[in-house]
């Protein structure tokens, strides 16, 4: 053992503070810094804090609520509690067959005769069919191998054949199974009641496991066994570390194989214990984190099942852990949120969190970013945040416009510097081409006439914030243009759509479609987008994500954005322009009950409704309105984000509708409906899942 020593001679002002050499008194052996007189005041002498093992990650000790906290799990999860657990090390991948292998073939002529061949898919492919008793083994037999000291003995003696119940050193400095305690603290990386080791839904983009439409927080696009992995004979397993690693740099913590663990399994006692390891007795052996063949249900992080020890599987295996001493220290371990656009177009807002402190005090904490990827402290611009765990955030000023910047998070302890995953964002263009800015302002948002249904009623004063918005709806070339680009960038779903001509507004595709083409389109710009799933942009499938309503990049309009742009700074009138309504100003189909429509040719327009359906016209057929908006009223209907649900009688800003719903807001009429439906406070609605030939939509970016 290696001493980093400090002398320091109190009480006598001649003397400093200083490092000195004592090579004589270096000890060979770990055990608690000896204490010396030197010359006549007592000195201290420190271990210099041992290096994280290669493959190994440290997992600091600290407490963690253990078990179902959503109420989903079976009795054995139960009840959620507060456990403690001291520091070790994990192994970042499951054990290999490559790795068994090469330990077997030492073991079995040093004195593990018994040890099992295994099984494995290949080499890199995690080690399965070994029972609990051949895992323990195993652990001895690569603690002796690299000159560790055992941890299970029977009799005294290292376990190396039997089955025989050992004996745990748990301070011994060999390999052993993780507590399920340990596991789970482990699996969770350091995130608080989550489902899963990144958060709350899962795919097969983060786990090899079997899709199941039955458990609603697995929104994989495809079901059944990985597709990726689904291949040859069984296991359908997938080599170690194949999807990203959780927050404490461990792969593969659900899915795969089931990992043993130590504990005999056995009912949650109350109350919050310090380092459990489980019944004192028991039939079966506890397992963890499902396996290639299992639904998502049985891939969260708290769930338990159990196997008899003397049988093996060909979905599990197990991962090693190692002893960690008082003084094992790593990098603190912080996350990157995500970037929001403040009051300003060069300011945003980054945030992060420290999760660990990694043993010793973070003494910093902050934002890096600069205009090259991966920026570190040293190397480009910081915004400093504190010094404890938990969320943070930093805002970024004096940003130059219309450029990329990269930026991630970062926290420091006596052991350096780590960072979260890098995002990117870019700052907003001083007046984007084909947008025009709708200024923050309040309006009467609604029916003013008394003319419509309940839906848009009652008549209020909604406040909305600054937003550009595209002055012609989406044309069927750009749609085209985008679409293009992005289906071989994981957008695999984007329909075609429809569109009588290029310069005529795309149809036929769904709420849905839309929110997709705008992360596209964001994206293909180098633009942050604003449609997440589980941090991740929504590329794919149907699932509801969460926007981020100050990003810089495309979205659709709230029908209160929607609204306020149409009515183009005029209060009190029906119409963009005015009261009353004829061909000359927009593409709808005229009637004659309505004694607003003032129109001398009744039904579609002439002039458009000429060849196949539908009857649209080129966008920017009509004058602009008053923001320089064209064909709010008219052509087609247009998606909006809110779900359709009756107005509450406040006095909102920034309003994003309900929380939930059945069907998404649609305005501005079209071709094929009268005069009354393109009134600026008429509202309709449709299902989100369903495309129309009449049904549309026009961009909006936040300022």
Not at 229 to 242: A, E, K, M, Q, R
Not at 365 to 392: C, I, K, Q, W
Not at 407 to 417: D, F, H, I, K, S
């Amino acid at each position: 053992m290696v001493w980093s020593v400090m002398v320091s001679v109190r009480g006598d002002p001649s003397f400093l503070t200083q490092p000195v050499t004592v090579s004589a008194l270096a000890e060979t052996s770990d055990g608690p810094a000896p204490v010396y007189q030197c010359l006549k005041d007592v000195v201290a002498i420190s271990k210099t804090a041992p290096a994280t093992p290669a493959g190994f990650a440290l997992i600091s000790a600290g407490t963690f609520q253990m078990g179902d906290s959503f109420g989903e799990g079976d009795a054995g999860e139960r009840p959620l509690r507060q456990v403690t657990v001291s520091a070790f090390y994990m192994a970042e991948r499951e054990t290999t067959k490559a790795l068994w292998d090469e330990v077997r073939a030492w073991g079995v002529s040093h004195g593990y005769t018994d040890l099992a061949v295994g099984g494995g898919k290949a080499s890199h492919h995690p080690v399965q069919n070994v029972t609990w008793f051949d895992v323990v083994k195993w652990c001895n037999a690569r603690s002796e191998k690299e000159g560790l000291v055992p941890c299970y003995t029977v009799g005294g003696t290292p376990m190396r054949t039997g089955t025989a119940i050992p004996v745990v050193h748990w301070t011994a400095k060999g390999y052993r199974l993780p507590t399920e305690a340990e596991w789970e603290k482990a699996a969770r990386g350091g995130l608080k009641e989550k489902r899963f080791p990144w958060g709350d839904t899962i795919t097969h983009s983060q786990v090899n496991y079997q899709s199941n439409e039955q458990f609603a927080p697995d929104i994989s696009p495809m079901r059944g066994f990985h597709p990726t992995y689904d291949i040859g004979d069984f296991p359908y397993t997938s080599p170690v570390g194949s999807f990203k690693a959780n927050e404490y740099g461990l792969y593969d913590m659900t899915g795969n194989v089931w990992e043993w663990c130590w504990d005999w399994y056995g009912t949650y006692p109350s109350g919050a214990p310090t380092d459990p390891q489980g019944s004192a007795l028991g039939l079966v052996r506890v397992q963890r984190g499902g396996s290639w063949g299992n639904y998502a249900y049985f891939c969260r992080v708290s769930t338990r099942d159990r196997c008899n020890p003397f049988l093996s599987d060909y979905a599990l295996g197990f991962r090693v852990v190692l002893f960690a001493d008082a003084s094992a220290r790593a990098a603190p371990i912080v996350t990157t949120g995500v970037a929001v656009a403040g009051d300003g177009a060069g300011v945003f807002t980054v945030s992060g969190s420290v999760i660990s402190e990694g043993g010793s005090p973070v003494t910093a904490r902050g934002v890096v970013y600069g205009l090259v990827p991966e920026p570190t402290t040293t190397s480009a611009m910081t915004s400093p945040s504190g010094t404890d765990t938990g969320d943070f955030s930093s805002t970024l000023a004096n940003l130059v416009l219309d450029t990329i910047y990269y930026a991630r998070a970062y926290a420091t302890n006596e052991v350096g510097t780590r960072y979260g995953a890098e995002i990117t964002f870019k700052t907003a263009s001083a007046s984007p081409v084909g947008f025009s800015l709708i200024p923050a302002g309040t309006f009467q948002m609604g029916d003013w006439f008394g003319e419509g249904d309940a839906g848009e009623r009652p008549l209020r004063q909604v406040t909305v914030s600054a937003f550009y918005m595209a002055q012609w709806e989406t044309t069927k070339s750009l749609w085209d243009e985008v679409r293009a680009w992005a289906v071989s960038r994981g957008y695999t779903d984007l329909p075609v759509g429809g569109g009588k001509a290029d310069t005529h507004p795309v149809h036929w595709i769904t709420w849905f479609d839309v929110i997709k083409w705008c992360n596209a389109r964001s994206e293909k710009d180098g633009l942050t987008p604003c449609y997440t799933v589980v941090g991740s942009p929504l590329r794919t499938g149907t699932a509801i994500p969460v926007v981020n309503w100050k990003g810089n990049g495309y979205r659709l309009p709230t029908e209160a954005e929607w609204e306020k742009a149409a009515r183009g700074g005029l209060n009190g009138k029906r119409f963009p322009w005015g009261d009353t309504i004829d061909h000359s100003l927009a593409n709808y189909n005229s009637s004659s009950t309505e004694t607003y429509d003032i129109s001398p040719t009744l039904g579609l327009h002439p002039t458009y409704a000429v060849g196949s359906w539908p009857n649209t016209s080129p966008v920017g057929s009509f004058a602009a309105n008053g923001y320089g908006l064209y064909d709010m009223m008219g052509n087609i209907y247009e998606w909006c984000w809110d779900w359709y649900g009756r107005y509450a009688p406040t006095v909102p800003t920034d309003p994003q509708g309900n929380s939930l719903g059945t069907s998404r807001v649609m305005r501005g009429g079209s071709f094929y409906y009268s005069g009354n439906y393109g009134r600026a406070g008429c509202r309709n609605r449709s299902n989100p899942v369903e495309p129309n030939y009449d049904v549309g939509f026009r961009m909006v970016r936040g300022q």
